[in-house]
């Protein structure tokens, strides 16, 4: 029997190859015994450039599937095998999330969460090693540290990352934190030539491809918490994709407002409300913002409509795809296919709640839960734990009227009123700034790519990989180098071919080529 955590915090992987099951919580472990299945599934990759990572059951490499979160899969000892679900993310139907018929008033509904919150943080901090947290100086972590710091009797130290380039760095807001709660602080520097030397290490600990280079100052902080002796850390992940705190919503949001009159040009300008924190943001022309965001709108009424800004965004690194892969692309509805994966019952849920669901199963669950979070943490033997993330939060957060989730365009409206009291009005109050680091800027400097970069992008290489287009990937090089690339698109197409290119170094390449014929001193065979 094999079994999966709920939100799918803890990666498991397993196949069925010579007779035998086998399974692991690193794909790593399995290759070395099974190198046959170091081939990079061509359907695999093209999710990974659209949805930021294969969709469960799937992986990047043949023969091997993920056991989905929330299942339990029994194999019998005449190889039978059986896959349920034990839990899933729920929501009401949406006629009964109004918050007349919701059973809690606003201030009941606060008070409820704020005692499931300093439970669920005072379970993650049970352990026999000294445990730190996370303090990124947004609403999230700092509430987490504020629960301990208020509740129980646990000493805080705790552990944030900060950044040379004012666009990602929020060391005021962290440090104006460690003021208010009084912690024991360490501050990790993290510069662009150390995201770009740490890069290849990053990859080897994911095992697949990733599309921006946050995952790199995360593994260097759990080395730094490592080396300061601790091993588990509390972090605020998930409070976002419970509580409705991302953008995307907000901007679903608009954009569903905005389609009961599409010929309106005032009802998009609220989209300027958002993405503040981009230089290149998508909302700084309004005739852009009324481009970018009005593109999906004919899928108003299907599930993945908050979705499909971001996943166009992403296959924008379909340009750069060889011409065997432009053409499976090309018979691929990556929206069909999604929504295939989908309960029948998300068809009755708000908006909101759909928007969720998508997010929990794509992003969290594929993305920032295994390449931001177990794979950088565990690179270091660090432990990370997620209070928002406890089960009994979720069932209680799902069952919420969506206004208590977004009110206007104020995001984790609930989660705020019930950290009111325990952090300063400016944290608060702060807007949603997500985690960000340096992309394709830091792969190059004084005019010239790293030395691993400039071999595995040059055009013999890629042409030898056989995932990408030589000439067109060179020109992306190019660009880079001159630092022209701007907004999402170039940048996560970039580190995508970049780190797709990792892989296959690392991992195709190194468990394909032919084993030495006779085994080294001392080795067992």
Known sequence: MLARDRAGIRPLYYTRQRGRLWFASEVKSLLAVLPECAHLEPQALLQTLTYWAPVDPETLYQGVQSLPPGHVLTVERDGRQHLRRYWDWTFPDADATSPSRYPLTLEQATAELRELLVDAVRLQLRADVPVGAYLSGGLDSSGIVALIRGFTDTPVRTFSVAFEDGEFDESAHQQAMVRHLGTDHTTLMCTRRDIGNAFPRLIRHTETPVLRTGPVPLMLLAGSVRQHGYKVVLTGEGADEVFGGYDLFKEAKVRRFWARQP?????????????????????????????????????????????????????????????????????????????????????????????QYVEAKSLLAGYLLSSQGDRVAMANSIEGRFPYLDHRVIEFANRLPPSFKIRGMT?????????????????????????????????????????????????????????????????????????????????????GILSTMLVHRQTVEARLSPLPTTQPSGAVA
């Open 411 to 495: 995001e984790k409206y609930l989660l705020r009123r019930a950290l009111a009291e325990l952090l300063p009005p400016d944290i608060v109050q702060r807007t949603k700034q997500p985690y960000r680091a340096p992309d394709s800027q830091s792969f190059f400097f004084d005019g010239k790519p790293l030395d691993y970069v400039a071999d595995l992008l040059s055009p013999d290489a890629i042409r030898d990989a056989g995932y990408f287009d030589p000439a067109p990937v060179s020109r992306l090089v190019e660009k880079c180098r001159l630092g022209r690339a701007t907004g999402f698109a170039d940048n996560q197409a970039f580190v």
């Open 263 to 355: 010929g309106s040009r005032l009802r998009p300008r609220l989209l300027e409300k958002l993405y503040g924190y981009l230089q290149n943001s998508p909302v700084s022309s309004p005739a852009f913002a009324q481009s970018f965001f009005g593109q999906g709108m004919e899928h108003l009424h299907r599930p993945i409509f908050a979705h499909v800004p971001r996943w166009t965004t992403s296959q924008r690194a379909f340009a750069f795809l060889s011409p065997d892969l432009r053409t499976t692309a090309a018979h691929w509805d990556p929206l069909e296919a999604y929504e295939h994966t989908l309960p029948p019952d998300i068809a009755r849920w708000s908006d909101l709640a759909r928007d």
